[in-house]
């Protein structure tokens, strides 16, 4: 083997583990990227709680809020100087998350608002992205003025019992 050939041979082999290192890096990043990564802060993580749907108290905060909804819109449609939130059900991939929701627009199945938190189970959703939502479907509702609530947060109210 003449010296030619011994480089080429080298050029060669080092080509070859280049595109081998390359597939398994490839392939370990694109396992990682699949898995869905847990971003939550630690607010997120210790503001959270597991509730059954089927729960007693969750039905019938439900009801409560469904009894409330008109009276949640006619506010939001005549004020200015408060945050209104409605807590929704998301699901993807078989997870669920009850999420607040912060509404900057209501109209019905086209509601549009901001993510109030940091989704614990949804890769493609994070804290403050917008969504849309339908406001007949929400689960509580809340109307805060200077970070303090002036009417809803059924559940959390309820939960403090």
């Given amino acids: 083997m003449n010296k030619t050939s011994k480089s080429i041979t080298s050029v060669l082999m080092i080509g070859i ?3 081998i290192g390359f597939f398994l890096i490839k392939n370990f990043v694109s396992k990682e990227n699949d898995e869905t990564k847990n971003t939550q ?3 997120d993580k ?3 709680r ?3 749907p089927e ?3 969750l039905v019938e905060i439900k009801q409560e809020t469904k009894l409330h909804l008109s009276y949640f819109i006619s506010e939001f449609k005549k004020s200015s100087k408060s945050d209104f939130f409605a807590k929704v059900k998301l699901t993807e991939n078989e997870k669920t998350e009850h999420i607040w ?3 900057l627009k209501l109209d019905n199945d086209k509601s549009i608002g901001l993510l109030g938190n940091e989704p614990k189970y949804f890769k493609n959703m994070k804290y403050l992205d917008t969504l849309t939502f339908d406001i007949n ?3 509580d509702l ?3 003025e200077n970070d303090s609530i002036v009417f809803g947060g059924f559940l959390q109210a309820a939960l403090k019992k």
């Fill in 142 to 144: 809340m109307i805060m």
């Fill in 41 to 43: 802060t630690e607010w």
């Fill in 50 to 52: 597991e509730i059954e």
């Fill in 101 to 103: 929701v912060e509404i």
């Fill in 55 to 57: 729960d007693k108290l």
């Fill in 137 to 139: 479907q929400s689960e």
């Fill in 17 to 19: 583990i280049a595109v």
């Fill in 46 to 48: 210790n503001n959270m």
